[in-house]
């Protein structure tokens, strides 16, 4: 697959077999979503006459062609089932060919397109990171099993086997950015997908292509979520991809950072940098690209101690209306840099601190301050806590 680049939002689609995913597409479809089916293509690049059909006539014989000349997917599934050397040979062919022509189709989508790209085997290969929304369809493996006998004839025994290939429902949710449930109607299902249309997917794409962070609004303090680290893991990951090569330490700060700790529903991200000319070089495109645009303006950490000059750094948001992310570039090695990662594990070591933290948060909170005032706030007690937690890692030899 190709990478976050560009302005066109990229949103994975997958989902089991018998799931339901193709009703899914195909709502998208109806709603203004440009698709590229992954099925398709591979069968595209295997069609009679391509030389994707000869490389796999050479690599497996003519035997995996039917009477008429075209693959034979029955025997050529036959063949590599159960040797994985030949699966490898077969992918080797298939999926160099699958990311070219994907990457062809999506070069031809409109510049304000949200393109849907339909992979069954999405979260099997890891191709997640590479897209700036994943959705999965999941439906209770009973409702599947029945699908697969009226809709494709399969027998129990072969849907079982098709199901166990893949996934489970686990790992599936646990890349999905949404997960659609389909268990219910047909009607029901595209109330969901339309819902999922107009409120994110429109207004994600137009803040893609604008470069454009959303708002985190006031401050509300929200209860814990224990998902809280899994979405970080998924938007960490997407962020290493849109910057590879480069190697970059990424760490989950902040309040959401500490199991069992309420906290405004943003999830905080200190991507290290070498300098702040790095993060405002090539760098902050190919974050804005991937869905963490730039914000404007300047922006600085209150140095500890006060008085000590102000911490600079660069700060990126979210282009996902559903997900707001506050993305700190901050120098590795550098005071603001350091005391990040400091607070974080002092927090999470102190329980005491962390309730006195809590008290003060909601305190504040409860004043319906503005962000910046809420921020502001919160100095003298850091001030104090700044002390504790120097005092806590020349102890432990903490190390960040």
Do not use: C
């Not at 914000?295 to 101690?305: E, F, M, N, Y």
């Not at 996902?320 to 927090?347: F, N």
């Amino acid at each position: 697959m190709i990478g976050l680049t560009g302005a066109v939002l990229r949103v994975g689609l997958t989902g089991g077999i018998g799931s339901g995913k193709s009703a899914v597409a195909r709502r998208l479809v109806e709603r203004g979503a440009v698709l590229v089916d992954a099925d398709q293509v591979a069968r595209e690049v295997v069609a009679p006459g391509t030389e994707g059909l000869a490389e796999v006539v050479a690599a497996f014989s003519d035997r995996v062609l039917d009477a008429d000349g075209a693959l034979d997917r029955a025997a050529l599934a036959d063949l590599v089932f159960a040797d994985e050397a030949a699966r490898r040979r077969l992918e080797a062919i298939v999926h160099t060919r699958v990311r070219a022509r994907t990457a062809e189709l999506v070069a031809a989508a409109p510049a304000d397109a949200v393109l849907v790209n339909d992979v069954p085997l999405l979260v099997e290969v890891g191709l997640a990171p590479t897209y700036h929304l994943v959705v999965v369809v999941q439906t209770a493996v009973a409702t599947r099993l029945e699908r697969l006998a009226r809709d494709r004839g399969m027998s129990r025994a072969e849907a079982e086997r098709r199901i166990a290939a893949q996934a489970d429902d686990a790992r599936r949710a646990a890349a999905a950015d949404v997960l659609l449930t389909n268990d219910g109607t047909l009607a029901q299902l595209h109330a969901a997908v339309d819902a999922l249309w107009h409120d994110r997917l429109v207004p994600f794409e137009e803040n893609v292509r604008h470069r454009r962070a959303v708002g985190t609004g006031r401050v509300t303090l929200t209860e814990p979520d224990p998902t809280w680290p899994q979405q970080y893991a998924r938007i960490a990951a997407r962020i290493r991809h849109a910057i590879a090569p480069a190697d970059l330490r990424i760490d989950h700060i902040g309040s959401t950072a500490m199991a069992g700790l309420p906290a405004k529903d943003v999830i905080d991200i200190q991507l290290s940098v070498p300098s702040l000319a790095e993060a405002d070089g090539p760098l902050a495109g190919r974050l804005a690209e991937a869905g963490f645009p730039r914000l404007p303006g300047d922006w600085w950490d209150s140095p500890r101690p006060a008085g000590s000059g102000r911490w600079e750094k660069r700060l990126h948001g979210s282009a996902d209306p559903a997900r707001p992310v506050h993305l700190h570039l901050r120098v590795t090695g550098s005071p603001g840099w350091r005391y990040a990662l400091l607070m974080r594990d002092h927090l999470r070591a102190d329980p005491d601190r962390r309730a006195a933290y809590l008290m003060l948060k909601r305190e504040l909170a409860a004043a319906a301050p503005d962000n910046g005032a809420y921020a502001t706030a919160k100095d003298p007690w850091f001030d104090e806590e700044h002390l504790r937690a120097e005092e806590w890692a020349a102890g432990t030899g903490w190390r960040p």
